[in-house]
């Protein structure tokens, strides 16, 4: 049986849909009706429900051999696992948003430091970067920043804060993960699993 | 406090580390040791040196940059660069310390390019491995880091996006920066399938696939049954230039044993079991 750590909340929603387009009534089923369930088991596979920050070290470890998590989380996380696969869900963008236009952005709020401070480095524009775990927008619209770095979907958390994206930044994308142990053994398990997904 | 009291394990380990020194020494190797503190030159560090200092443990003491030894076959090629060995073949044992922790490691290097030397020694030490230290390991994954610069050129392989999407095998990033080359499709065949499916589309690259079948036979013959090899491995440092072999235990995602063959000044081969 092989397991498969999936990233909950957000882009849990979004693989569902593509599971219901994509003709995997069962696995949508068993995932579909998992109320608090933090494990489903169905066809052979098991899927592990974790906070989306904790699938690589889910599969790092070794737990999963695979896992389904955003790109955001791998690019702040720098986990060492096999990053195999760009899946066609999940997709989003990182952007930088503030209450004001600004000539210059020297305070930013964000949850994704590292990848907030590879963002200025590219721009060589020198910046304080406050780390914050949750409502990073509240930062913005009191004053604590001059503008916050997060995953923008749709926009609307940032307009009912009265809050606009300033910059597009890198698009963001669920990725599929395998254990770099995992990628030798179990190869042939890992290989079926992407076929029944058909994103190629 | 727990220094001063009998540790049943200190004293294992220690009769380990003279059992794996005596197993070597009796079939003519060398013992061999370093100091563990390493003193760098701020202008004279190599890019191997810059690369690897973040997991050191370093400080600064009289101008000069004092770390602890990361690990031994670095230490060796460090020595070795430096000053002429007349030892054929070597054999150590101590502390190495990385990413904030003390690991011990029990090692072996042979110093000369010939291949059934260095099979030689790698069969010895997975026989240590195998009376000692809990049983053969269970697989082994194979990789020749002359490999990748035959099949994509060596312009492709100085390109960052590329060496982190080797070391990641990730098919869509390779597809997307390597166009029509094959090896993005190779990566969805099983790893087995991948050299026949090689060696087919880059018949220059034979003589690396014969010397990786000869490594691969060691192997068997020591009694690893499931060997596996990497086409798309990248070496942690510039001195690993051949075959290179991870070896993992029933359970274990990281490698209990890991080493291959270099260049320093001349040809060797070392390995390393970590515990």
């Not at chain 1, 569902?16 to 066809?43: C, D, F, I, M």
């Not at chain 1, 930062?139 to 940032?158: F, H, K, N, P, R």
């Not at chain 2, 060995?85 to 000369?112: K, N």
Request: with cysteine.
């Amino acid at each position: 049986m092989i397991t498969i750590a999936l990233s909950k909340g957000r882009l849990l929603k979004s693989f569902l849909n593509y599971l219901e387009q994509n003709g995997h009534p069962r696995w949508h089923g068993a995932l579909k009706s998992a109320q608090r369930e933090l494990l489903v088991e169905t066809e052979g596979i098991r899927f592990l429900l974790v906070k989306g920050d904790d699938v690589p070290t889910y599969v790092e470890e070794g737990i999963a051999e695979l896992g389904i998590t955003g790109s955001d989380i791998l690019a702040e996380n720098g986990t060492d696992v096999n990053e195999l696969l760009e899946l066609p869900f999940g997709r989003c963008h990182f952007a930088l948003a503030s209450k004001e236009e600004l000539p210059e952005y020297r305070t930013i709020a964000t949850k994704y430091v590292n990848y907030a401070k590879s963002v200025f480095d590219r721009s060589e524009k020198p910046v304080k970067i406050i780390k914050l775990n949750g409502s990073v927008e509240l930062a913005a619209v009191i004053g604590m920043a001059d503008a916050i770095v997060d995953i923008v979907q749709s926009g609307e958390t940032l307009r009912m804060n009265g809050l606009q994206e300033r910059v597009v930044l890198d698009p963001i994308n669920a990725r599929l993960i395998a254990n770099k142990h995992a990628f030798f053994t179990r190869s042939a398990e890992i290989r079926a699993f992407i076929n029944e997904l058909r994103v190629n | 406090m727990t220094s001063f009291i009998y540790n049943p394990k200190l004293i294992q380990q220690k009769q380990l580390e003279i059992e794996f020194l005596s197993f070597f020494h009796g079939h003519g190797f060398g013992i061999i040791d370093l100091p563990v503190v390493e003193a760098f030159d701020w202008g004279g560090m190599t890019e191997d040196d810059l690369l690897l200092m973040p997991q050191r443990e370093t400080w600064v003491q009289n101008g000069t940059v004092h770390a602890l030894r990361h690990d031994w076959t670095n230490s060796i090629v460090r020595y070795l660069n430096k000053y002429k060995i007349d030892a054929e073949r070597a054999v150590y044992s101590g502390p190495v310390f990385h990413t904030g922790s003390e690991h011990s490691q029990l090692g072996m290097e042979v110093f000369s390019d010939s291949s059934a030397e260095q099979q030689d020694a790698l069969g010895l030490l997975i026989e240590f491995m195998d009376g000692r230290l809990g049983g053969l390991p269970r697989m082994a994954v194979i990789s020749h880091y002359a490999l990748l610069p035959m099949i994509l050129g060596e312009d492709r392989m100085a390109e960052p996006a590329i060496r982190r999407a080797l070391s990641q095998r990730s098919e869509s990033a390779l597809k997307g920066l390597l166009g029509n080359h094959p090896l993005p499709a190779l990566l969805g065949d099983r790893p087995e399938a991948q050299i026949h499916k090689l060696r087919s589309i880059f018949p220059e690259i034979s003589p690396i696939l014969e010397e990786l079948t000869g490594w691969e036979e060691t192997l068997r013959r020591s009694g690893i049954e499931a060997v596996y090899p990497d086409i798309t491995a990248l070496p942690a440092q510039s001195y690993y230039d051949g075959v290179f072999i991870r070896l993992y235990g029933e359970g274990h995602t990281a490698p209990a044993a890991s080493g291959g063959q270099y260049t320093a000044r001349k040809k060797a081969f070392g390995m390393g079991i970590f515990y």
